[in-house]
């Protein structure tokens, strides 16, 4: 059971894994846990943890706001202002109600200058969601933008996954960078490594320390995790003998999101 609030966002290059880990996050917390109120966000307007989780929704924020745009909400009699009003709808309809956790996905729209219109919205949602719950897990979209947006200024613990590649290192390099430019105030920065073969796993923990980051754990190649998405199967389900499923466990132990 973590003892505080755990807001976390998972970041890291495009294919290193975020959604993988978050999923895994999700699923070591719900099976050791049974008292927090868990908040999932997909932050990426891909869209692909829903699938990963098994769940099924019925619109993201990019598609509210796209209604919006396109006039199919009309400003009500009770002269509620428009951003007020789509941000009531978004609640109504983005969040699902999972049996032992919320999500929402941020999606995105369609216009020019959509994309950072929808990402504010989430930023101001989530600012008043977080309250709500004990752990939230957000899945970041791929890069760096996500810090300029300010987005990371709701969490608390953030957690950089990093796959055996220079343009990982550089990525997650440039990330801890930006978040003293951009002067996030957040407690704890982990890094998580996926994919690292035994024989490179030394360079991760060489190269963490040289910047300052702490190693939370390895998430090792595992061909269920392989099988899991080449037939489409929700990775939630992924058994608990997996060596993904295992290697999580002790992650979540280690960035103190269960105590066991």
């Avoid at 609640?91 to 929402?104: G, K, L, Y």
Wanted: charged letters at 25%; a negative charge.
């Amino acid at each position: 059971m973590v003892k505080r609030p755990f807001y976390a966002s998972i970041s890291g290059k495009g294919g290193a894994g975020k959604t993988t880990l978050t999923v895994l996050l999700l699923k070591t917390l719900l099976e050791n846990s049974k008292d927090e109120e868990i908040l999932v966000v997909d932050a990426d307007p891909a869209t692909n943890l829903p699938q990963a989780l098994g769940l099924s929704i019925n619109k993201t924020i990019g598609d509210v706001a796209e209604e919006f745009r396109k006039g199919f909400h009309e400003l009500n009699s009770f002269g509620f202002e428009k951003r007020a009003l789509l941000e009531y709808v978004i609640m109504r309809d983005c969040i699902v109600e999972a049996s032992e956790f919320d999500f929402i996905a941020m999606g995105r729209g369609e216009g020019e200058g959509c994309y950072c219109y929808v990402n504010s919205i989430l930023s101001s949602i989530l600012s008043k969601l977080v309250q709500n719950y004990d752990v939230v897990l957000i899945d970041m979209e791929a890069g760096l933008e996500h810090l300029n947006r300010r987005l990371d200024r709701h969490v608390n613990t953030m957690i950089v996954v990093v796959e055996p590649s220079v343009m990982g290192f550089k990525t997650a390099e440039r990330i801890k960078e930006i978040i003293k430019e951009v002067k996030i105030d957040v407690e704890e920065i982990y890094v998580v490594g996926n994919r690292f073969p035994k024989n490179v796993e030394e360079k991760l923990y060489s190269w963490a320390n040289s910047i300052g980051y702490k190693v939370a754990g390895i998430l090792p190649e595992d061909p269920v995790i392989q099988e899991y998405n080449m037939l489409g199967k929700p990775l939630i389900y992924l058994p608990n003998n997996s060596l993904a499923a295992k290697a999580a466990k002790d992650i979540a132990k280690m960035i103190r999101l269960i105590d066991i």
